[in-house]
Each structure stands twice: as structure tokens, then as C-alpha cells.
């Protein structure tokens, strides 16, 4: 257990409908980033916040959106889904804004759109 | 535009065959460099960070290496737990916290 809890683990959905992936940091950490894994693609960055405010942002979809809450867990909000949405979605954290240490992946969800 | 690119996409050794895995990289300023093993249906795993050429970083059979250009993770003596796609990745100089990752390279160690 690396301390990042990510629910769901898996979803399965239809397109054009909307789900949203749910984040708690290990403890401590103040930072959450969003990716995105997919077979062709590898790991893409997806949006970053600190200490609830958006630090950094990706190839993020405008479709896609994420907000960071007061006890820090995150969401990531998919909405109009398309097949191609369908992904790994990892969160992590890391104590400040910055990754030098490296960060603390999730076990991710797997989302699949059908 | 910054990019990672590593080699092989894949890689099989027989236990206790040596061998390394590249990372190339081409980045506006080098913030850090890191190294993650991820294994099936799991999030990835910090392994190592780099900053500066000629730094090297050792955790039990694994040493990472660091040029100006690329970055290289030596297996020593690999064992069939060592199996896992290890991924590079870049932090760019200016970047808040957010990493460009590789697509990562397979490694099969058979017994």
C-alpha cells in the first residue's frame, strides 16, 4: 500500500456519459497530479494542485476537470466520455510542489468506455 | 519540444545476465531525472531521481547513471523479481512539478 488510495479501482461506462475518480494523498503530502496511461500513449501529464489551487496543467482535455478539496483529497471529472478515454487514470502525491523526492503513485483506475 | 525516449521497448534476460536500459532525452534545462518500476495492474514505484551529469545512484541490483544526454539503469545479476517495465522520466527546469515520462521498457528475467 503505498499510502495513495484511488477509487474506483475499475468502471466501465457507456459514451457520452460522465464519471469521476476519486483521490486521497498519503498523508502529509500537499501536492496531487493527474495522468493519464494508455498502451500507445505511456503516461501523460494531466493536471497538478497544490494545497487545493491548480499549480500546473497539461494536455488536459476541456472535456476533463479536476479540483483539489480542503482535506486535499482530489477528483478528476471525465465527462462526454469517447472509446478513446479509455485508460489508466494514476493520481499521486508528493509533500511539496515540486517532484524531486519522486512521487507516490495510486494503483490507478482503470476506466473503460464502451 | 521536450521528449523521452527509451530502448529497448523490450528486454529478456536469462537470471544473472547483466545489462542496462537507456533513457535519451531532450529537455529545455534538466530540473531532474527519474526512474520508476511499474508493475502489472500497479501504479508506478520511485526508484531513483538524477540531477546532474556523472551522478550515480545504486538500490540493491539496480545503479543509475546520468549524462548531459541520457540517463542509463544497469541490472546486475537480475533475479526473476526484478521483472517489471521500468519507465524514465524528465522534471524540465521551469516545470512546477509535473513529469514527461517515457513509454518504458519490458523486462522479462527468466530463471
Known amino acids: 500500500d503505498s499510502g495513495v488510495t484511488q477509487t474506483p479501482k475499475h468502471l466501465i461506462t457507456a459514451t457520452g456519459q460522465r464519471v469521476t475518480l476519486r483521490c486521497s494523498p498519503r498523508?502529509?503530502?500537499?501536492?496531487v497530479y493527474w495522468y493519464q496511461q494508455s498502451l500507445d500513449q505511456g503516461l501523460q501529464f494531466l493536471i497538478q494542485y497544490y494545497n487545493g489551487e491548480e499549480r500546473a496543467k497539461g494536455n488536459i482535455l476541456e472535456r476533463f476537470s479536476a479540483q483539489q478539496f480542503p482535506d486535499l483529497h482530489s477528483e478528476l471529472n471525465l465527462s462526454s466520455l469517447e472509446l478513446g478515454d479509455s485508460a489508466l487514470y494514476f493520481c499521486?502525491?508528493?509533500?511539496?510542489?515540486?517532484?524531486?523526492?519522486?512521487?507516490?503513485f495510486g494503483s490507478g483506475t482503470r476506466l473503460t468506455v464502451v | 519540444e521536450d521528449q523521452v525516449t527509451q530502448s529497448p521497448e523490450a528486454l529478456r534476460l536469462q537470471e544473472g545476465e547483466s545489462s542496462s536500459l537507456n533513457c535519451s532525452y531532450t529537455?529545455?534545462?534538466?530540473?531532474?531525472l527519474f526512474w520508476y518500476r511499474q508493475d502489472p495492474g500497479k501504479g508506478p514505484e520511485f526508484l531513483f531521481t538524477l540531477y546532474s551529469a556523472g551522478e550515480e545512484k545504486e538500490k540493491e541490483r539496480l545503479k543509475a547513471t546520468l549524462t548531459k544526454k541520457e540517463s542509463f539503469l544497469h541490472i546486475t545479476a537480475p533475479k526473476p523479481e526484478d521483472s517489471a517495465t521500468y519507465l524514465c522520466a524528465v522534471q524540465p527546469r521551469g516545470s512546477q512539478g509535473n513529469l514527461i515520462f517515457g513509454k518504458g521498457t519490458k523486462l522479462s528475467v527468466k530463471p
Open positions: 499521486a502525491s508528493s509533500p511539496s510542489g515540486q517532484a524531486n523526492y519522486g512521487y507516490t
Open positions: 498523508s502529509g503530502d500537499l501536492s
Open positions: 529537455v529545455s534545462g534538466l530540473r531532474g
